[in-house]
């Protein structure tokens, strides 16, 4: 079947770093992904969306990777800070809508 | 962009009873699909909501337990039929406003059936 996992169910990382969370992909080849950023008690907010043909797509300290030979999406941010903490959500498009289907989330902390 | 809001942001219901919920968009939009996010999970698609057509449900989720009205471009509702408490969940909405692009998503419905 069709699966995208995000390995890491949390991460902690020390201010001023750079965090790096993973999205892998089995059984398929996405046209594109999409990074989310989900708060408590809030809906997902978009990021970014990087396209199989974009090796790299950057939004301010943000920076994501397609490495369609892995099958699998980096999400980096760099600089991080507190203020980075959030569940952060890869996802796939797919059907005649372009449904989407996420990955389980990476929880990170970005400690001060 | 899109701006959504959901009616209400939470309630608590009484195991068999139903409860609607509403979404409602700042602009007109084809598509707005139905999520549902248990507790400490991602979230899962219910339902894709076309306006003027039935609502396209995925694999797990039917119409009598979860119907779905669009009457325009900018409205939906999504009903949980028939409560237990297996379906404590947040439920949002969600808009993407061309094909193939991002998705923006309201705030999200919190339910607690006791």
């Known amino acids: 079947s069709q699966k995208i996992e995000q390995n890491s169910e949390a991460l902690n990382i020390q201010e001023g770093k750079t965090a790096t969370l993973t999205c892998n992909y089995t059984n398929y080849s996405p046209a594109y992904l999409q990074w989310y950023r989900q708060d408590p008690g809030r809906g997902p907010v978009f990021l970014l969306l990087i396209r199989e043909n974009e090796k790299e797509k950057r939004k301010e300290r943000l920076k994501v990777t397609f490495d369609t030979t892995l099958k699998q999406s980096l999400f980096h941010i760099t600089a991080s800070q507190p203020a980075d903490s959030a569940t952060y959500l890869c996802?796939?498009?797919?059907?005649?809508?372009?449904?989407?289907?996420f990955g389980s989330g990476t929880q990170l902390t970005v400690l001060p | 962009s899109a701006v959504i809001s959901q009616k209400p942001s939470r309630d608590i219901c009484q195991r068999g009873t139903s409860l609607t919920i509403q979404c409602q968009v700042d602009s007109q939009v084809t598509m707005m699909f139905w999520y549902r996010q248990q507790p400490g999970q991602s979230l899962t698609l219910i339902a894709t909501?076309?306006?003027?057509?039935?609502?396209?449900?995925e694999s797990g989720f039917v119409i009598d337990k979860f119907p779905i009205s669009r009457p325009n471009l900018t409205f939906s509702t999504l009903t949980v039929s028939n409560m237990s408490p297996e379906d404590s969940s947040i439920y949002l909405c969600?808009?993407?406003?061309?094909?193939?692009?991002?998705?923006?998503f309201g705030p999200g419905t919190r339910l607690t059936v006791t």
């Open positions: 909501a076309n306006q003027g057509s039935e609502a396209t449900y």
């Open positions: 996802a796939r498009a797919s059907g005649s809508a372009r449904q989407l289907t």
């Open positions: 969600s808009v993407g406003l061309a094909q193939g692009n991002e998705q923006y």
